[in-house]
């Protein structure tokens, strides 16, 4: 996988072992989920519904037979990329995983989607990472854009042509979630912020200093956003981009009490 090369920096061995836990000391008790339930949180997925149809069978796989509740949540960025980003969503809406309560969390590439349907002008710059394709999965030609005119008829198309349950979806997508000892976003946070008082541009959008920081956030922060070539498994964060739109390896953290699992596809892009 040698494409994931320039990723690798991210990866800190041993960190598990030497940074703080969550309450601020080293080797301080192991995060846990609450008793009575299992989480399979699943990383950006970027209009690989291929992918997805897959995880999605491991997970099943992996809970049959789990008496407790099972709940699967998505980290955002469902869209852009790939070149099935309508499919990934009719798979949410309409193929959900039998028995799961499911929650969506929002990405920064369907907030994108959005701003673009408000103002076009001020948000062209999502046509070149990723709204393309997206925009072609809902059956618009759209390529390099060099005018307000071209930018609004693009907007018109998508405004027609977006499904009203599509809009729904992303407009409904959680910004976060808390649950035991864990605080899930698709990014990430600002380093010294309470979570309370995070900023929204930052929940969607964060790298560094967030990945460089070995602070305790004040829970484990699970997120996608910033691609790394393995899980990231630390004491005050857990990052599972593997960068499914050219790996094809698209990750799921299992959690469980103190447990802390990965299930992942196997390897080429697939829509």
């Known amino acids: 996988m040698a494409i994931l090369d320039k990723f690798k920096p991210r990866l800190r061995a041993g960190a ?4 703080p836990g969550p309450d601020g000391r080293s080797g301080a008790a192991r995060p846990v989920y609450p008793d009575g339930k299992r989480l399979y949180c699943v990383g950006d997925i970027h209009g690989h519904a291929g992918l997805l149809e897959q995880l999605h069978k491991m997970i099943a796989a992996d809970a049959a037979g789990y008496a ?7 980290l955002g960025d469902y869209i852009d990329r790939g070149d099935a980003s ?3 969503v009719d798979i949410l809406l309409e193929q959900p995983l039998a028995g799961f309560e499911a929650i969506h969390l929002l990405g920064n590439h369907e907030q994108a989607l959005l701003d673009f349907l408000l103002n076009p002008e001020a948000m062209a710059a999502w046509l ?6 997206a925009l072609h999965s809902y059956g618009i030609e759209a390529g390099l854009v060099s ?3 071209q930018l609004e008829k693009i907007r018109a198309e998508l405004e027609e042509k977006l499904p009203p349950s599509h809009r729904e979806f992303y407009e409904n997508c959680k910004l976060c979630h808390t649950e035991g000892s864990y605080y899930f976003v698709h990014a990430g946070v600002r380093p010294g912020v309470a979570l309370e008082k995070q900023n929204f541009e930052d929940l969607l959008w964060i790298r560094e200093p967030f990945t460089a920081s070995t602070a305790n956030h004040g829970a484990v922060i699970v997120h996608g956003h910033s691609i790394s070539a393995e899980p990231e498994l630390l004491p005050n964060r ?3 981009d593997t960068g499914a739109f050219v790996t094809g390896v698209l990750t799921a953290l299992v ?3 103190e447990q802390q699992r ?3 596809t196997g390897g080429t892009p697939t829509s």
């Open 68 to 74: 407790g509740k099972k709940q699967v949540l998505y």
């Open 255 to 257: 959690l469980e009490g």
């Open 16 to 19: 598990r072992d030497t940074a």
């Open 128 to 133: 070149g990472f990723g709204g393309v394709a």
């Open 86 to 88: 309508k499919r990934v």
């Open 262 to 264: 990965i299930l992942q």
């Open 238 to 240: 857990i990052g599972i």
């Open 147 to 149: 005018s307000a005119h």
